[in-house]
Structure formats: C-alpha cells, structure tokens
C-alpha cells in the first residue's frame, strides 16, 4: 500500500482473545490491510474466558503470522476498553470479522455499544473467507485436544504450541 505523503496513516485496531490465532484471523487481518495502512492486534487480557494461552504465548503466536519486521501489524495486549484503547493508538476504526449470521446479534450490540462510549471510532465489519467460515478458537483447541488434524485451520506454528500444551 502506497502512503501518500501528508496524508494521515490510517490505523484499526483488530480487538479479540486470540486464544489462539486461527487461519480465519488471519485471512480478517490481510483484509484490513487492503483498507488500513496498519493493524494493531489487540489481544485482551480480561476476557470473560479463562485461555489456554497465556498472553504472552497469545502475543507470540500472533506475531509470529506476520513477521517481526512486518511494520503493518502490531500485537499489543489490553485490559481496559477498546475503544480507549483505539483512541489510544489514533485509530479510526475497530474491526470485527464476521462469520455467519449467528454472529451479527453479538457484533450489533458490541458495535452499539462502542459507538456509545466513543463516536469518534467506527466499527468495520469484514466478511470471513469462506473457508474459515465453520472454525472457532475453541473448535480448533477441543479438536486438538483430542489428537484431531487441525492442519490447514491455523498457522504451522499455532498447531505445533497446540500439540505441545495438550502433549500429543
Ligand atoms: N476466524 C476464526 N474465528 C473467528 C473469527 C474468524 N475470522 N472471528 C471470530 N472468531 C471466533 C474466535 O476464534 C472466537 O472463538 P472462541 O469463542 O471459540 O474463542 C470467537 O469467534 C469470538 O471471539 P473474539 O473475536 O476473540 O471475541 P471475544 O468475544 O472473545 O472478545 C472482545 C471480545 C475482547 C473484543 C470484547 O470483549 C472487548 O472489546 N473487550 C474489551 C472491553 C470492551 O471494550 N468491551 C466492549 C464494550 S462494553
């Protein structure tokens, strides 16, 4: 992507657990780039789930996809509210991928409610690739953890550090 000089760097923050990256994140992310000049991940601490990754490893993970040089994505971690956060690092949007229409509810209400705490930050919806429509982190992980083949839904290096905590 090309950034025109004076122009503003555009900046969205892609918010979630990540417990861990799949393949569909990924595929979110890549989309984002064709829109944004860079995408920060922002990987939540206080998540209402209770994580297999800590967030270090979560970090980690999520690096590793895209290359340490990789000046377009960032992986930060968060605690507080994302659209403080977004402020935070001058983004004008947070992004969101949807997979299927039982989705919507959830991201409707998320988006409405990040619209009422802060107007200034807007939510991008993003549509998954097809491909990645049926998997979840926690399809992948209760797959893994019973010797499944999750080969093909996450990054080579998300499904070695899956084999590696469930020891099989
Ligand atoms: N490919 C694969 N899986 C995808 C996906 C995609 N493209 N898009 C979503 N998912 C899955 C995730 O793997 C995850 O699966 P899991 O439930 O099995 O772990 C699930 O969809 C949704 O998780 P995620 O996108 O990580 O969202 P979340 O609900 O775990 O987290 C936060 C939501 C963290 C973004 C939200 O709670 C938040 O913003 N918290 C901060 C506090 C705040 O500001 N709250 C809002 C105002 S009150």
């Known amino acids: 992507m090309h950034v025109i000089p004076g122009k503003e760097e555009t900046i969205a923050v892609y918010p979630g657990t990540f417990d861990p990256i799949t393949n569909g994140h990924v595929d979110i992310i890549k989309r984002a780039l064709r829109l944004f000049d860079k995408v920060v991940i922002a990987i939540a601490i206080n998540s209402r789930k209770n994580p297999l990754f800590t967030i270090e490893e979560r970090i980690d993970l999520a690096r ?17 509210l994302i659209v403080d956060y977004a402020m935070e690092k001058k983004a004008c949007a947070i992004v969101r991928g949807l997979r299927a229409v039982s989705d919507f509810d959830y991201e409707f209400q998320l988006a409405l409610m990040n619209r009422k705490l802060e107007r200034k930050v807007e939510t991008v919806f993003l549509m998954t690739g097809f491909r990645w429509i049926y998997i979840s982190s926690s399809i992948i992980k209760d797959a893994a953890k019973h010797g499944g083949d999750i080969g093909g839904t996450v990054p080579a290096h998300v499904q070695a550090a899956l084999k590696e905590k469930y020891n099989n």
């Open 64 to 80: 590793n996809c895209f290359g340490t040089n990789n000046t377009r994505v960032e992986v930060d971690s968060t605690s507080g």
